[in-house]
């Protein structure tokens, strides 16, 4: 689902959402580092990723995807949780990679909220840049909600996980790229994803004005 259309239907709406979209990405990564600053973490902060200047998160690849086929990515924040207290490790290992997704899907939450509120035309550019911004934000929330390293959700799951699946997660984690692309490519991924967007969906709406 790429934005190809919109910019040949309209330039404007495209230049705007773009911008909207490239922060979508600069936010995930900014929340990872945030976090984990917060929880003593302060690595993001040393090499200068606590910042909106999106010169210092773009990714080149990432962002031509995101543009032109709906999916990209930032350059990741680098996080060191031996820099969190032993006590706090796992809990922050399940924090930190839980933020990106969270920012992700408050972004399609304030999409959708003005959406509802203000009611746009249908046909016109702001209802199309809002349910657009929206639609991708829950696309890259349930995307890295998918527990394949280096995926968010992998993280998450060796919060929780005995260590004996943590070492699995971290010999699968070289590949684990290739391995995401090649489920994308094949469409494998596809059914999880359409699940975990319903329900991202129906959390946010749960929060959405009647």
């Known amino acids: 689902m790429g934005l190809i259309s919109l910019l040949i239907s ?3 709406a495209f230049v705007i959402l773009s911008v909207l979209l490239l922060y979508s990405v600069i936010f995930h990564e900014l929340a990872h580092g945030w976090v984990a600053y917060k929880m003593g973490d302060a690595t993001a902060k040393w090499l200068g990723r606590l910042t909106l200047n999106p010169i210092k998160h773009l990714d080149l690849i ?3 995807m995101l543009l032109f086929v709906g999916f990209g990515w930032a350059k990741p924040v680098p996080i060191n949780l031996e820099n969190i207290p032993a006590e706090n490790r796992r809990k922050g290992l399940i924090f930190v990679s839980a933020a990106g997704i969270t920012a992700n899907i408050i972004f399609a939450f304030i999409a959708l909220l003005f959406y509802r509120l203000i009611s746009p035309d249908q046909s016109g550019m702001i209802a ?8 991708i ?15 968010d959700g992998s993280k998450i799951v060796m919060g929780f996980a005995p260590e ?11 590949f684990g790229f290739f391995i995401v692309l090649g489920l994308l490519f094949l469409g494998a991924l596809n059914p999880v994803i359409n699940v975990l967007q319903y329900f991202i969906l129906a959390v946010i709406s749960v929060f959405l004005p009647g």
């Open 164 to 174: 004996a699946v943590n070492r699995v997660l971290n010999q699968i984690e070289p």
């Open 128 to 135: 199309q840049i809002l349910i657009l911004l929206a639609r």
């Open 62 to 64: 990432g962002t031509l």
């Open 10 to 12: 309209d330039p404007v």
């Open 137 to 151: 934000n829950i696309i890259l929330a349930a995307f890295n909600l998918i527990p394949i390293p280096p995926l």
